[in-house]
């Protein structure tokens, strides 16, 4: 477990209260933990905002950030350009300090209805399927993407071996 005195801040943001019946709070930090220590990220001085929200919410942030008018489990939001030049480059891995506190690398949203129901179908246990998703997107927000094979393949392996850290099987 991080030292809470250097552990990544989350600001969860718990639009609907079905989310308060998760273990969320918990899980949100050590999922930022895992992504960058899968990222090969030393520092902890990052800031992540999530919003725990409905299916409506995040059909609407879905349709309007990008086209398509249906619920997803998770959405995020990069605050900074890690991107990689070429597919299955590495991001990089340098998080500028910000002189003010922790730097912050973006926003999440994440969708009660659905993380709940693609938890239940696949047998995982809640709080795992919770745990991956945030990975996920934290991943993300440190310049990782799954938009063609190269970038998936370095992604993905990333997850798992970051879930296996956690305990917790591959969920590909």
């Not at 930090?29 to 725990?52: C, N, Q, S």
């Not at 959405?75 to 990689?84: E, G, R």
Request: with cysteine; proline share 8%; net charge negative.
């Amino acid at each position: 477990m991080p030292d809470p005195a250097t552990a990544p801040v989350v600001d969860l943001e718990i639009e609907d209260p079905r989310w308060n019946d998760t273990d969320l709070a918990t899980l949100a930090p050590r999922a930022v933990a895992l992504a960058l220590d899968a990222a090969g990220i030393r520092t902890r001085a990052v800031e992540v905002v999530i919003l725990a929200c409905d299916d409506a919410e995040i059909a609407t942030l879905n349709s309007r950030f990008r086209g398509k008018s249906q619920a997803t489990n998770v959405l995020s939001w990069p605050a900074l350009d890690l991107f990689p030049d070429t597919p299955g480059g590495a991001p990089s891995r340098v998080i500028p300090p910000d002189p003010f506190g922790a730097t912050g690398l973006g926003d999440i949203a994440i969708a009660f209805e659905t993380v709940t129901r693609e938890a239940h179908e696949g047998g995982i246990p809640l709080d795992h399927h919770i745990l991956h998703l945030i990975l996920h997107a934290c991943l993300h927000l440190l310049g990782y993407d799954h938009v063609d094979d190269a970038d998936a393949d370095v992604m993905e392996s990333l997850e798992v071996a970051a879930l296996a850290s956690a305990g917790i099987a591959s969920p590909y």
